[in-house]
């Protein structure tokens, strides 16, 4: 599409905070009507850009979000990426990781921006984060480099100071404005007077191809945190959900766990019975080494993979993401330790 022309940009409405005003009657937030936005944010006339939206049937609040309103998202994308410069997903903050990373990984070949961003404030409020959020998020979205192609090549999270590479961030804070971080990767942008890119840290697709989306995405997968004290009992009882196909391990500092005889048979057992199970650290920021220490070196030698520096979100949705495309066990175990869209090291 040629430069001169305005630029055409999505708009997806899922549901969350930044898409709420208040009822003058009833005092109560509720979502209002994307179609009306210019009257609610009429600073959006300014950019110049022709903006279309699409609204979830039904707003979702983020904490109800599962694979089906991913895949709700990832279609409409899909069925409009030929059509418009860029996306921008309006979202609750509580799961908005989650759908970042799913979403990085179900998009295969994504060559536009798929902005992410949402408000802990409502948009209809005096003083709103959710304004700002929207602006920039659109911006970002319309951002061309000097030969016309797109800046941003990937799913990122927008919010107030910062634009983060969707797998690599999380929720950090439920009550600031910069509430997300990237603990292990730099800003893809940092947002002041200007949007200033951080084009070494832009993630560029390393093998041509056309976008090609991936809707399975198998939620047969767990969480296993550890704490000290924790039970044979309950271990072997979580190992035993029906129909389990993936673990991500919680473990502490650089990947080390309990040494108790118990606590690595149960992992064995399950591995040896086709469960994966991926090593990731509590820590908020950091990586895997299970060589390090003779209790992470016992986890390696039974068959946990190193989740390296994943984050907790893109760990499980990797998993869930490589179960949805049929691979087995031992696939997934080598597709773990493998960067698919700089979600890892």
């Known amino acids: 599409m040629s430069s001169t022309k305005r630029p055409r940009i999505l708009m997806i409405y899922t549901g969350g905070t930044i898409g709420m005003i208040e009822n003058p009657d009833t005092r109560a937030l509720e ?7 210019i009257d609610n944010v009429p600073k959006i006339k300014m950019l110049d850009f022709e903006i279309d939206n699409v609204q979830f049937s039904r707003p979702v609040d983020s904490s109800a979000m599962n694979t089906s309103h991913w895949s709700d998202i990832a279609h409409v994308i899909e069925d409009n990426y030929d059509g418009y410069e860029g996306f921008v997903v309006l979202h609750g903050t509580d799961t908005m990781a989650y759908t970042a990373s799913a979403l990085s990984f179900m998009l295969e070949n994504l060559d536009k ?41 990937e799913v990122a999270i927008l919010f107030e100071n910062y634009l983060w590479r969707g797998n690599r961030s999380t929720k950090h804070s439920a009550d600031q404005f910069n509430a997300f971080k990237s603990n292990n990767y730099p800003e893809l942008a940092r947002v002041g007077l200007g949007i200033y890119y951080n084009k070494e840290a832009l993630w560029r697709r390393q093998v041509p191809g056309s976008l090609k989306v991936h809707y399975g995405m198998d939620p047969n997968v767990i969480y296993l945190d550890l704490f000290p004290g924790i039970q044979e009992s309950t271990v072997k009882h979580m190992l035993a959900t029906p129909g389990l196909r993936g673990v991500i391990l919680k473990t502490f500092g650089a990947g080390n766990g309990p040494n108790d005889p118990w606590f690595i048979q149960a992992l064995k057992e399950a591995i040896d019975k086709g469960v994966v199970i991926v090593n990731v650290t509590q820590c908020s920021n950091g990586c895997v080494h299970q060589q390090r220490y003779l209790t992470g070196l016992g986890l390696a030698q039974i068959g946990v993979v190193s989740g390296q520096d994943l984050t907790s979100e893109a760990a499980i949705t990797k998993l869930m993401h490589l179960f949805g495309k049929g691979y087995s066990p031992d696939e997934v175990r080598r597709y773990m330790e493998y960067c698919i869209c700089g979600e890892m090291c």
Do not use: C, W
């Open 31 to 37: 979502p209002f009507d994307f179609d009306h936005l």
């Open 113 to 153: 921006p798929v902005i992410i961003t949402g408000s802990q404030l409502p948009i209809g409020e005096v003083r709103t984060d959710g304004e700002e959020n929207l602006i920039t998020a659109l911006q970002v979205a319309a951002a061309k480099d000097l030969d016309g192609a797109p800046i941003v090549r």
